[in-house]
């Protein structure tokens, strides 16, 4: 148990929680793409309809949600710990600073992309999960897509929103093999090629959808 | 005084082995009862401090540095010297002991030597247990390569940074017994009194860098492993923090300081730039492998190098040493350099430098070729000087290197003073009149590693300590001594900043105690010298207060230590009338050039005893023996 | 390469550790080219103590590169604008006539000022007591040949084994972080056989002091291995993780 604590609250081991929940996210977020491409298979929702029914039915999702859940939470609040606790570890700060010129911007500013990404869910999660489970009307998840991705609005925020995202999981995935300790000379281009799916294809393809049901509608 | 070396009886080989016999042990129930100060955390003294906690004695261990690892060991280049005869090719512990003490020019106690041969290989063996990661051959071993003065591959290295990975072994060493608890370190903390009590050396007085208190620190033994000296002539490779305070001060109190003009000169560094020159950058020796030296026929010949041609160049090595060429001994290439610059033929703004030229060795071998095998070297030339070296050939000039004098010891690396043990490039004892590459990291490490804690049992258990705490009478007037010195100087309040007198000293070092001395000018520095030291303590200006980190303080304690150990030097190379390793008479000098020796007169370490500022030192004489390696003459043509 | 500059230096003034620090702005006439970054403070030093005032306290040794000691944050950048020079390696011929160049303390909880650009970097020391070593007695190793080390191992084991200690990296991080340092003497001895004994030890003990200094985490943002004089390569940071992950999981 103390090992778990030691572990668990040294900086190494916060990290590794960072990393590990962060793939986690991932691997969610490969599911969640999964299952929204049914968006475009043209039989009016039906296909994804039931596929969310069984989302929102089946008992042993529920489990898994809340496993979601906390992986959201525990990568956000660890995230947040860390970030305080790194802005302690400079009480003073620089007159000048040109940090442009030793690290890239996205790897600076992951605490900040991941704070939007963070607001976005909040609203993305209220506008299609929290009104469908807890106060079911009748409306189908199609519906609710459609309706949300025709609102220019709401497809600028969410198009924005993908970017930060991008720009999140563009630092976040290599980092995370880094914390892992798997980022060796001889897999780099593997660890490069992984990166890219996530943080170029995944938000890319996410895209497609809000787009598709704004120019098609 | 009479001087006793306590060389063991018995044949060479078997001198360490019956001393370490004879010699008493402490029981190891009774070893944390002692206490011992150790003052410098280098190669030799974090060696020392952390063995001797190993053992389960008390350390304390002060450094004026912030970390052991700051240490100026840490930029011996090179490598380090050990007769482990991995590559098959003839070496021995007698070897190494004869190349070392010919190397030293027959001015090394023989028994002395032969023990750093003998441990050496030990030194090799802890190292790489610590995780030091020396350069390894494809099957996994060790790899050796050659150095100066040797026929014989003995050379174990660690890139060009042998120094630096040794230093962090011996570091890490420490701070595991820092961690322990059994040593408990002090940084920022500068030796400026030995306190001497009943005899005995008991304790210092450090000056606190950060805040300037004086704190006492008392113990049963003090180990001086401080470095050498050759900031007295502000320039050189030594790091800007290398000073003499602590074993001047040490000398002061009574411990004899042994052949002080024996300083090495290093023939490849890269020469002075500017009158604000702050310290000179050495370039590996083995740049001289490949490259051909060379200055202008013409005197003051102001044209670029790749415009003169080849028939009004003078490569003078090798017209005047035709078999060795380039390859001709430092203190040879070092004195020939400085002659051509003399003689008007010195290249460079300053005219103090010659042409080191890799056009032949680049049309033949191609650049990158020479790239591969010295490519760092040419990285840092670039860097330091803006000037390429592929394109025009670079400038090099001697600087000085490493000093062999120090505080005379005994076999035991006892001084004069009971209970004051000194180690490394402090004493005096390994290299005679001149060290060979790769030998420095060796007597450090094996003063520390594997002397010293023999020895200094022998004298833990042979002596009584009556408690002394830092109140007792000795520690309040050596305390009272440096309060009282550190007022004076601040009370100057003159016009001239430290830098410029210690410049000007220098100066006076390098011209007429450099390369080559002759009785006239050395008389004329004897002169200057005290003058310049008038001048310090009437026109010296230090800002700042005494009770608050000051680094012109710093400064000005050192250079006063300075200002006085630089007339011992001249003095010493006064009376030392013949030539021998990197003392060089001029009157003395064989057809050819070379360094005469006179064996008859000068077969001794000349140990001075202080008798008083502004008065004359007492010499005492230690009688040199060689009853193994009969002194010969070299040659080199 | 004739000529000299006139620069203007923006400096860092603090008295001691309990003063508030402040800046201090001086112009320099008469600096060379060829001069070194650390010649050019000397020069200035000389100037304000021909003046009667304090000389500015920065710390510096050796002058080439190795020891470490040198520790400015110039214009911005830790040890100045080029890569893998220590400032003491860095030559007035970088800047030109008329620059303005400000200078400042490395920047970190653990790395208190002493006085004005002076740090107190013995947390660094603390680290290396907690682990940074092979418990090895003087006297008590076996033949430096009896166990061979293939040779990229070993030469992997030195680009770690190169690190000075200067701090460059906990100063570039934006968090403050001594993950570089760490990792390069853990790296070293996880990669040679005569550290495995302890390898479980050392890197527990090291990264659980490295956290009670008050350093912050790594952001795997890479400014350490930009800055880093001796260009250490992050690899070891990734090294120290897994030894981490492995310390724990075994």
Redesign the interface.
């Known amino acids: 148990m103390n090992k778990i604590a030691s572990f668990t609250t040294s900086s190494v081991g916060r990290k590794l929680l960072m990393g590990l929940t962060g793939f986690f996210l991932c691997s969610f977020l490969l599911v969640h793409l999964y299952l929204n491409l049914f968006l475009l298979k043209q039989d009016r929702g039906s296909t994804f309809d039931s596929y969310a029914d069984f989302m929102a039915t089946y008992p042993l999702i529920r489990p898994l949600e809340i496993i979601l859940f906390a992986g959201f939470l525990l990568h956000a609040f660890v995230g947040v710990w860390l970030w305080i606790a790194n802005r302690l570890a400079r009480p003073v700060r620089y007159a000048v600073n040109r940090p442009s010129e030793n690290s890239t911007l996205s790897s600076r500013t992951a605490f900040w992309t991941g704070t939007f990404v963070l607001i976005f869910l909040v609203i993305h999660v209220n506008t299609f999960f929290v009104s469908s489970r807890f106060f079911p009307s009748g409306i189908s998840m199609y519906e609710r897509v459609c309706e949300a991705f025709q609102s220019p609005l709401y497809v600028s925020f969410y198009l924005v929103a993908l970017a930060f995202l991008a720009y999140h999981l563009k630092h976040g995935v290599q980092s995370a093999f880094q914390t892992f300790g798997l980022k060796r000379k001889k897999y780099e281009t593997l660890i490069t090629a992984t990166a890219l799916v996530f943080w170029l294809m995944l938000p890319i393809a996410f895209a497609v959808l809000p787009l598709y049901f704004l120019l098609a509608h | 005084m009479t001087l006793d070396s306590k060389i063991p009886a018995g044949p060479i080989e078997q001198k360490w082995d019956n001393h370490r016999f004879a010699m008493k042990l402490v029981n190891p129930a009774n070893k944390r009862k002692y206490h011992i100060i150790v003052v410098g955390t280098g190669l030799a003294g974090a060696?020392a401090a952390?063995?001797l906690a190993?053992l389960g004695y008390r350390v304390t261990a002060l450094s004026y540095?912030?970390?052991?690892?700051?240490?100026?060991s840490?930029?011996a280049q090179g490598g380090i010297n050990a007769p482990?005869n991995?590559p098959n090719d003839g070496d021995s512990v007698y070897r190494l002991f004869y190349d070392t003490v010919k190397g030293g020019d027959y001015r090394a106690r023989e028994a002395n030597v032969y023990r750093l041969s003998q441990v050496s290989n030990?030194i090799?063996?802890?190292?790489?247990?610590?995780?030091?990661?020396?350069?390894?051959?494809?099957?996994?071993?060790?790899d050796n390569r050659s150095f100066g003065g040797a026929q014989v591959s003995r050379t174990f290295y660690?890139?060009g940074?042998t120094g630096?990975?040794l230093l962090?072994g011996a570091?890490?060493?420490l701070?595991?017994q820092?961690?322990l608890g059994t040593v408990k370190?002090y940084?920022r903390r500068e030796m400026l009194d030995l306190v001497v009590a009943d005899g005995k050396a008991r304790g210092v007085i450090a000056r606190n860098m950060?805040?300037g208190r004086l704190e006492s620190y008392d113990g049963d033994a003090v180990i001086l492993a401080t470095g050498g000296y050759s900031n007295v002539f502000f320039l050189s490779t030594n790091?800007?923090?290398c000073n003499a305070t602590a074993t001047w001060r040490a000398h002061k109190r009574g411990a004899l300081f042994g052949n002080p003009c024996f300083t090495q000169i290093h023939p490849t560094c890269i020469p002075v730039?500017?009158e604000?020159?702050?310290?000179l950058?050495?370039m590996s020796e083995s740049l001289r492998n490949d490259g051909r030296i060379w200055v202008p026929k013409a005197k003051a010949d102001k044209r670029a190098p790749n415009q003169i041609p080849e028939e009004e160049r003078d490569y003078y090595l090798e017209r005047l040493y035709p078999s060795f060429g380039n390859l001709v001994p430092r203190d040879v290439a070092s004195r020939r350099a400085k002659e051509m610059c003399d003689k008007g033929h010195g290249v460079g703004t300053t005219g103090l430098a010659v042409y080191l030229d890799f056009s032949d060795t680049i049309k033949r071998n191609g650049k990158a070729w020479v790239a591969e095998k010295y490519g760092n070297l040419f990285d840092m030339y670039k860097?330091?000087?803006?000037e390429d070296g592929y394109e025009s050939p670079m400038r090099i000039y001697p600087a000085v290197h490493y000093t062999m004098g120090g505080l005379w010891v005994d076999y035991n690396l006892m001084g004069t003073i009971p209970g004051l043990f000194v180690l490394g490039e402090a004493n005096f004892s390994d290299h005679g009149a001149n060290r060979l590459g790769a030998s420095a990291l060796m007597q450090g490490l094996a003063d520390g590693?594997?002397i010293i804690?023999y020895t200094i049992g022998d004298y833990l258990a042979s002596n009584k300590f009556p408690k002394l705490d830092a109140g007792a009478p000795a520690f309040k007037d050596a305390e009272t001594s440096v309060a009282d010195l550190t007022k004076k100087l601040i009370a100057v309040r003159g016009?001239t900043?430290v830098?410029?007198l210690h410049k000007e000293l220098g100066k006076i070092m390098w011209e007429y105690c450099g390369m080559g001395r002759n009785s006239a000018g050395l008389k004329k520095a004897l002169a200057l010298i005290p003058a310049l030291r008038e001048r310090f303590w009437k026109d010296v200006?230090?800002?700042?207060s005494a009770d608050?980190?000051?680094?012109?303080l710093e400064k000005a304690h050192r250079l006063a230590d300075f200002l006085e150990l630089a007339e011992l030097i001249v003095r010493d190379a006064l009376l030392r009338d013949e030539s021998c390793g990197g003392h060089f008479r001029e009157e003395h000098q064989t057809e050819e050039g070379e360094a005469k020796r006179n064996d008859t007169k000068f077969s001794f370490v000349a140990a001075w005893e202080f008798a008083g500022t502004n008065r004359p030192p007492k010499l005492h004489k230690e009688p040199l023996k060689f009853d193994y390696v009969k002194p010969s003459q070299r040659s080199y043509k | 390469m004739s000529g000299t500059m006139t620069i203007t230096l923006n400096v860092w003034r603090q008295r001691d550790r309990n003063s508030e620090g402040r800046f201090a702005l001086y112009t320099l006439p008469n600096v060379s080219p060829d001069m070194s970054f650390l010649e050019m403070l000397d020069l200035l030093n000389l100037d304000l103590v021909r003046k009667g005032e304090e000389a500015i306290a920065f710390d510096h040794d050796c002058r080439e590169g190795i020891c470490g000691t040198c520790s400015l944050y110039i214009n911005g950048r830790a040890h100045g604008p080029l890569k893998g020079v220590t400032a003491c390696q860095l030559h007035m011929r970088t800047f030109h006539d008329g620059d303005s160049i400000t200078i400042e303390p490395w920047r970190a909880k653990p790395f208190p000022v002493i006085r004005d650009l002076v740090v107190d970097r013995s947390a660094f020391d603390r680290i290396m007591a907690a682990g940074g070593f092979v418990s090895v007695r003087t006297g008590g190793a076996p033949d430096a040949n009896t166990i061979p080390i293939p040779k990229p191992v070993a030469e992997e084991a030195m680009d770690a084994a190169a690190c000075i200690g200067c701090g460059a990296c906990v100063a570039a991080c934006k968090n403050g972080s001594a993950m570089l340092f760490v990792a390069a003497k853990v790296s070293q001895l996880a990669l040679l056989p005569q550290g495995h004994a302890e390898r479980a030890r050392r890197v527990e003990s090291m990264v659980a002091q490295m956290d009670a200094e008050g350093f912050g985490a790594c952001s795997n943002t890479y400014a350490c291995e930009a800055e880093c004089p001796k260009q250490i390569s992050v690899t070891h940071i990734a090294r120290l993780n897994s030894e981490y992950l492995r310390a724990n999981l075994t």
């Open positions: 060696s952390a063995s190993e540095h912030e970390s052991p690892r700051r240490a100026h840490i930029s482990k991995y030990a090799i063996d802890q190292c790489v247990a610590q995780g030091v990661p020396f350069a390894r051959e494809y099957g996994g071993l060790l660690a890139r940074q630096q990975q962090l570091y890490s060493a701070m595991r820092v961690g370190f940084e950060v805040d790091a800007k923090m730039a500017s604000h020159q702050s310290k950058t050495l860097q330091i000087t803006g590693y594997f804690p016009k900043p830098d410029v200006t230090i800002t700042g608050a980190f000051n680094q012109e």
